[in-house]
Structure formats: C-alpha cells, structure tokens
C-alpha cells in the first residue's frame, strides 16, 4: 500500500512554480529546463562514454570534441583556444592482487601520472620500521629493491565518522581519534628518517612501487591524486587493503603483491578552454560569464567534480539559445581546461582576454556538485546587493525560497575558477550546492560517478543558471567593481586585498 501511494505521489508534479511576474521568456526558460531538459543525456556522454578527463588526456580532449560538436548543433558559435601544453598520460588497466599470505584481489588506483609497470611485477610489500632513523635508513634501503613500499600512515578504521557518532560509545571515539592521531604522528616519524624526498630515495633503492592510501573519510571512498614517482609505480590503494597490508606488514606475516599497471607517457600535447558565445546585441563589448571546469581527477568519471556543473552552463547555454536568442549584452560560457592542477585555464583566458575582464558584467561558477543551489555568492562586490535581489525577483518563488543571497558577502578566495577572476576585481560569482556530503564521498574520490547525479536539482539550477544571465544580460545598468573590505589578516592587521592575480602554470612541471 505505502509502495503505490509512493508511486503516485512520484508521479505527480513534481515542481508547482509560482512565477511572481508575467515576463514570457521566463516562463519559456522554466519550460524548456525543467519540462525538456538534456541533463540526463549529457551526463551519460559526459561520465560514462567519455569519461575522466584529467589534464592532458585524450579524454579531456574528447569532451572538447563533443561540446564543440554540441554548440554547434545548436547553432551556437563555440571554440578551442590555446592556452598553453601539459604532460600527455594515458591509463590502461590496472590490476592489483595479493599473492601471500593468501591471494586476494585488491582494490587500487594508479596516481595520476605515475609510471606503469611494464607487465605483471611482483614483490614484498614493506612498510617502514618503527624504529628507523635517518642513521638506520641506508641499512634498510639496501634491501628494498623489487619491493613495494607503504609510504602512507594505515587507518585505524574506514568506517565513516558520522556512522560511529549515531552507533559507538563515546570512548570508543575517543580511543579511536587518539590511535588515529599516533598511528600519524608515528609514521610522520619513520618517513621523516629517509628526508625531504621520500619517493626520489625509494626509487633511487630500486624498489617495485609506492603504496598509500589517502581514504576520504566516507564509506568506500579514497581521494586520489598524482605521483612524483618517475621509476617506480604510484598506487593508491583502499583503506581497507591497505589496512590488512600494513597489519600484515608489521605482524611479520610477509605480504606479496603482484601488480599489474599499463600507463603510457604521451609526452607533451597542447591545451585548449573551449569558450561559446551569443553575441550581444545592444552591448556586445559587455559580458555575462558562464564558467566551470572540464577537466577531473581520473580514478572515476568526475561527476560532481565538475561534469555537473559543465552540464549546468552547457544546458543553460540550449536553453538561452532557444528563449532568448539575441541578448542584449554577450553571453559566453568558458569550460576551463585544467582547473585541478592550478585553475589554469581560467587564469589563462583572463590573460588573453583583457576585454572580456574589462567589460564583465557578472559571472557565475560552479564547481561543487549536484544538489540544488543553496547560495549565491557575492563574493565581496557591493553592487550584488543591488542586482541580484532584482534578478532573483523574476524566477519562480519556489526557487528564489531555496536560495540565499549572500550580498554582498565575502570574497571566498580559493578553491575555483571564480578566483581566476575575482583577483582582477572583475565580478564572478559562485553558484553553491551544499558542500559537506561532496566533500567526504565524491570530490577527487573513486566515487565520482554518474550515479550520483541528482538530476531533479541539476535540471533546476541550470534553468536558474540561464535565468540569472538573462537577469543580468537586460539589467539597464552595469554593475560597479566596488569591493567590500576583506577581513583583517591578523599578521598585519590590515584589511586583505583582492588580488593579486597568480599567473597560471602554462606548462607542465617537468
Ligand atoms: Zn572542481
């Protein structure tokens, strides 16, 4: 009986609106996102054919391809720009198993750009002793060749901390947090005894491989990086098989591993944002700003971090084409290349795109997720308290009710591609979805995927999304650059500064 009411009440509407005006094109945009959106669609190309898209890759080159194919589809001008080169890695298959004390298939992720190992390589696995000291190190280094080495600090347990508050004692929290805290601090210790560069001396003694394991704090989850390995091969494996290898380790019970990793070297390969545009039709030389990442981590299909919030600006870029098709001022939407390893392609495009800083009316970021906008952002700029109030009137009432203004809050000066701009005092502002279940499940983890998606939301803020720019495209006046005073930096005891802006790494490292 509870199951059939539950599908009925599904089947209803699922989003009465109130529109507080008359505006049509309004009601068209909420008719076209939430009654025809291309959410699901998108996503599917974007996370499952796909895939990762981590700087440099023949993935993220992909998503280029297919959003430049996508625009024009629509009839919408889009294009590659060139912003600099980075270093080409291409994952294959990796396969990862314990051979002794007893086989057993493990779960791992190579780091990103981690050499691979040429065929199946077997070896010990070692974790570093507790007693070693930077006088004891040669000794131990001397026996390390073919063997894979454990270069993290193991969890005491992978069980997620919200779980333990609802079910443990509270000493038994307590005794957790302090074995957690010296497990740390211990091994903190014993790789502080091989000196500053850790991997570079475990590679120079000839071993097979680094193990770590950076668990996210959730069920399942791990956030996985890159390596500085050059030789060897970089794995990061879960918290619980790198666990059961550290016990095994240290209780002298000789674990062995064969790993298996395929990673090429692609050398280096040239980088692009790709950039649409509506141009402007009263006030071409005037910009609204739609902005979000392209490229992701790779150890899943980078859903929330940040095909989400691609699909966010890609859709309200279809449905401002099909509402509204000759803005007033020029509506661009940048999909960054490069943002995880140093919000490089935005910092790029503000360089090469002095009149888009000069003449910006207003951006929107986003970069956190799938769950409905629960913030807007001011980002410090005074005049948002002016403008936004006027474009939130127009959207339906039901959603301005989801939606806190922060004006003109503060400048939030990390963590994005807004930064890239908000440096130079032009006014890009976050688009924010709630942050902590992101944060501990999907953001840089294993888990990034398609599943993920809350598309009911998603459908949702990419109709606000075109809302906003259509809001801020026919305001009749330009936003001003003034800044509220930043907080105090308590070294100095003076108000911080916007800026300055951080040149962006045009080429990879080494
Ligand atoms: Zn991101």
New binding site residues.
């Given amino acids: 009986m509870f199951r059939l009411v539950l599908l009925v009440a599904l089947a209803a509407p699922a989003f009465a609106q109130h529109f507080p005006t008359d505006d049509p094109v309004i009601r068209e945009m909420w008719a076209e996102g939430m009654d025809r959106s291309q959410t699901e669609a998108m996503a599917h190309v974007l996370t499952d054919v796909i895939g990762p898209r981590l700087a440099g890759s023949q993935g993220l080159e992909n998503a280029q391809d297919w959003l430049l194919e996508t625009y024009a589809g629509w009839g919408v001008d889009a294009r590659r720009e060139e912003y600099g080169t980075w270093n080409r890695w291409e994952a294959g298959a990796l396969h990862v198993e314990m051979t002794a004390p007893r086989v057993q298939s493990l779960v791992a992720e190579m780091l990103a750009w981690t050499p691979g190992t040429d065929g199946p390589v077997e070896g010990p696995v070692v974790a570093p002793p507790a007693d070693l000291t930077p006088e004891t190190a040669q000794a131990w280094l001397a026996g390390l060749e073919g063997a894979f080495v454990l270069t993290s600090p193991p969890e005491p347990m992978c069980r997620a901390m919200q779980e333990l508050e609802a079910n443990a004692r509270p000493e038994t929290i307590e005794r957790l947090e302090a074995q957690r805290a010296s497990l740390r601090a211990d091994w903190r210790q014993r790789l502080s005894a091989l000196g500053r560069d850790v991997a570079g001396v475990l590679e120079d003694a000839g071993v097979a491989g680094t193990l770590s394991s950076r668990w996210s704090g959730g069920w399942g989850a791990n956030k996985v990086f890159s390596t500085g390995n050059e030789r060897a091969v970089g794995l990061d494996v879960s918290c619980e098989d790198y666990g059961m290898l550290a016990r095994l380790a240290e209780s002298e019970n000789a674990p062995r591993v064969r790993v298996n990793a395929q990673a090429e070297d692609g050398g280096v390969v040239p980088q692009f944002n790709v950039v649409a545009e509506m141009r402007g039709t009263e006030l071409p030389d005037e910009y609204i700003l739609l902005s979000a990442?392209l490229d992701?981590w790779h150890a899943a299909t980078g859903a929330t971090?940040?095909a989400t919030?691609t699909i966010v600006m890609l859709e309200a870029m279809r449905i401002l084409k099909e509402t509204y098709p000759n803005p007033r001022r020029t509506i661009l939407a940048g999909h960054w290349g490069a943002?995880?390893v140093g919000l490089i392609g935005s910092g790029a495009f503000r360089e090469d795109h002095p009149e888009v800083v000069a003449g910006l009316q207003v951006g929107f970021n986003q970069?956190?997720g799938t769950w409905r906008f629960e913030r807007i952002e001011g980002q410090g700029f005074l005049d948002t308290a002016e403008h936004l109030p006027v474009w939130m009137a127009a959207v339906p009432t039901e959603v301005q009710a989801q939606v806190v203004v922060e004006v003109p809050g503060e400048q939030n000066n990390r963590g994005?591609d807004h930064t890239s701009f908000t440096c130079a005092e032009a006014p890009v502002l976050r688009l924010q979805s709630p942050y902590d279940e992101y944060r501990q499940y999907t953001?840089h983890t294993n888990l990034d995927t398609y599943d993920k998606i809350v598309f009911d939301d998603l459908r949702q803020n990419a109709t606000l999304a075109a809302m906003l720019v259509y809001g801020a495209s026919e305001d009749p006046e330009r936003m001003t650059r003034e800044t509220a005073n930043l907080p105090v930096n308590p070294r100095t005891g003076e108000p911080r500064e916007f800026g300055p802006c951080r040149e962006p790494r045009r080429t990879a490292p080494n």
């Fill in positions: 990442h992701s971090d940040n919030g943002e995880e970069d956190n994005s953001w």
